[in-house]
């Protein structure tokens, strides 16, 4: 049975590319635009990988990760992929047990594909 994971993106043509590239890498998808589905989701499937959005509706990417973390006592490789650069963004990140900080803006599907086998392996 392929393994879980979870893509929470709110932009659309983002969450397609990275939904179609990550199931030709064999894995089942499971999506969420908002950070309320995020979690509501994140419970009902247990994903093994999560790929998290910060910017988003409802509930933002920190706060979701800082639930799986501590709330739900996860802990799940999440790879947050994000536009915000600042140093504090990605301290916060760092500080709530994210797996790996991606910018959106240098990233590569291949290379995306390359970092989420790694945290799966190490997981």
């Known amino acids: 049975m392929p393994e879980k994971i979870l893509i929470v993106e709110d932009e659309k043509s983002q969450l397609e590319a990275l939904k179609d590239y ?4 064999g894995y089942k998808v499971v999506t969420a635009r908002n950070g309320l589905e ?9 994903p093994r990988l999560v ?3 910060i910017v988003m509706p409802e509930k933002n990417g920190f706060d ?17 992929l994000s536009n915000l650069e600042q140093q504090q963004d ?7 047990g ?8 240098n990233l590569s599907l291949r290379k995306l594909g390359i970092i989420m086998n790694e945290a799966l392996q190490s997981n």
């Open 22 to 25: 990550v199931r030709s890498l």
């Open 38 to 46: 995020a979690i509501e989701k994140f419970k009902a499937i247990d």
């Open 51 to 53: 790929l998290l959005d």
């Open 64 to 80: 979701v990760l800082e639930e799986i973390r501590y709330k739900l006592k996860k802990n799940t490789p999440v790879i947050i």
């Open 90 to 96: 990605i301290e916060t990140a760092k500080n709530l």
């Open 98 to 105: 994210v797996t790996q900080y991606l910018l959106k803006s």
